[in-house]
């Protein structure tokens, strides 16, 4: 990932905000919340068998307060929460409180926040009817609603396949709600690794780096980056559509889900390649229609451009994908260097008020750990309650892809992506001399990948976080 210097000081901002918890069956007291004369809920769920996720928009009514307490109660007694997000959520038998964080605790009259939660779920699965904030029942319009799921084929009640790779397990994957899951209908989270441009870094992704990558990483995803510049796509069409196939086959040999990057970055309106895009995709389409491994990326970083432009772009383009895989999962760049506008002054909203027109799409979001902290992540999980997403290119390092590892906010990075089950691809598995690295320099000369000694501060780090057991339901 590279951006000019005055632009790259554009994905710099800083902000705060608080940790989120899950699991405490008390609530803090409030503090400085003023009571509250009315409130109106809507209350969205997306279903899959035996989970479910919520969104949940809270309007406040009466006066203005600072900081409040949502609660409510499960119908049913089979109903749990499991996780939460833009909250501190806790359940006490069927009682569910959700406290507000520090960035959305002050509600004006008539202002709105958003949070959300996924639960689970063993008889019924029916909506909340009534709401209280700061314990005040909510009396003005309560709304449970649920959508209907995208049109998708059931999932299959068999077994699941007797292969351990994460293909072999997860098989075709789908979008359900804001997750990305498995031929089972389960939310699932993918870890791995993006490739530094294929025309520079070609080396590195021989039969020795990617069995290491697949077998002692244990990856499930093989990011392959096509810089469409830059010396790349555009310089040789049909030789660097043989090059990804190529490495498309390699992934799917060794059981990985394979990431198709279309690299475009300078200039970021993705426009400007909207008939190289065509072409591109339809090729690597129809050559991996029958595959079930294969997620399409669109848009690496547009950047300087409107959502409505992007979205245009991707309105044209996933038909072409379709018309050769109608299953496959298609991701689209966001604003700002698939920041979802938060580098440009913008948020999440944008897209949730002007979707892209097809079902199986999710947005992608690129953070560098160094320079994009708690401002991001909090945006993050205001996205993550209303979209789904993927983290398709993120360094441990500073927004020039240079610079020292921080591991303090990488892990706070991680453990979010983990906590929302929000799957990533790490910049870079190349041995480019530059901290985002994972091969120290000159690794791709040899043959030796396996173990810790040729791997950078940034490169041991990512080894460690991936190669830990990933959590595949199947039931």
């Known amino acids: 990932m590279k951006h000019p210097p005055r632009l790259r000081r554009l994905l710099v901002a800083t902000g705060a905000v608080g940790a989120l918890t899950l699991g405490a069956l008390t609530v803090l007291p409030t503090t400085n919340a003023m009571a509250a004369t009315g409130c109106s809920v809507t209350y969205t769920t997306n279903s899959w068998s035996g989970g479910f996720t919520a969104s949940v928009t809270v309007t406040n009514l009466g006066d203005a307060v600072n900081g409040w307490t949502l609660g409510f109660s499960f119908p049913d007694s089979g109903q749990r929460l499991t996780q939460g997000w833009s909250a501190t959520w806790s359940q006490s038998g069927s009682s569910v409180t959700a406290q507000s964080m520090t960035w959305n605790g002050s509600l004006a009259t008539g202002a709105s926040t958003n949070i959300g939660f996924n639960g689970s779920f063993t008889g019924a699965n029916p909506s909340p009817s009534s709401f209280s904030l700061n314990g005040t029942v909510c009396t003005g319009s309560t709304t449970p609603t649920t959508p209907p799921p995208p049109p998708t084929t059931a999932p299959p009640t068999t077994p699941p396949p007797g292969g351990q790779t994460p293909v072999a397990i997860n098989g075709q994957l789908r979008v359900c709600g804001v997750n990305l899951c498995n031929q089972y209908g389960r939310p699932i989270q993918l870890r791995g690794m993006s490739t530094h441009g294929i025309q520079w870094f070609g080396n590195c992704y021989n039969n020795a780096s990617l069995d ?169 999980e205001r996205a993550a309650a209303r979209l789904p997403l993927f983290v398709t290119e993120f360094g441990t390092v500073d927004y020039t892809g240079d610079g020292g590892v921080d591991l303090a906010s990488s892990t706070q990075w991680l453990d979010l992506l983990d906590r929302l089950k929000i799957g990533y691809a790490n910049w870079t598995f190349s041995d480019k001399a530059e901290g985002s690295a994972a091969l120290r320099p000159g690794t791709c000369n040899g043959t030796n990948y396996t173990g810790t000694s040729m791997l950078t501060e940034s490169g041991a780090f990512m080894r460690e976080r991936i190669r830990t057991p990933d959590n595949f339901p199947t039931s």
């Open 212 to 380: 290491a990558l697949a077998t002692d990483w244990r990856a499930d995803l093989f990011r392959i980056a096509m810089y469409v510049q830059e010396q790349g796509y555009e310089t040789d069409p049909a030789g660097f559509t043989n090059r990804v196939n190529n490495l498309v086959e390699e992934a799917t040999r060794r059981g990985m889900y394979a990431m198709i990057d279309f690299h475009l970055l300078t200039p970021g309106d993705p426009m400007f390649n909207l008939e190289r895009a065509k072409t591109f995709f339809a090729a690597v389409s129809a050559r991996h229609a029958a595959k079930n491994n294969v997620i399409y990326e669109i848009a690496n970083e547009p950047n300087g451009v409107s959502w409505s432009t992007i979205k245009n772009y991707a309105d044209q383009v996933i038909p072409v994908i379709r018309a050769n895989d109608p299953d496959a999962v298609v991701i689209v760049g966001t604003r700002a260097w698939s920041s979802l506008g938060v580098s440009e002054g913008a948020n999440h909203t944008e897209i949730v008020n002007n979707p892209v027109n097809a079902s199986n799409v999710m947005y992608a979001f690129h953070f560098y750990a160094a320079s994009h902290l708690d401002n991001y992540r909090a945006e993050v």
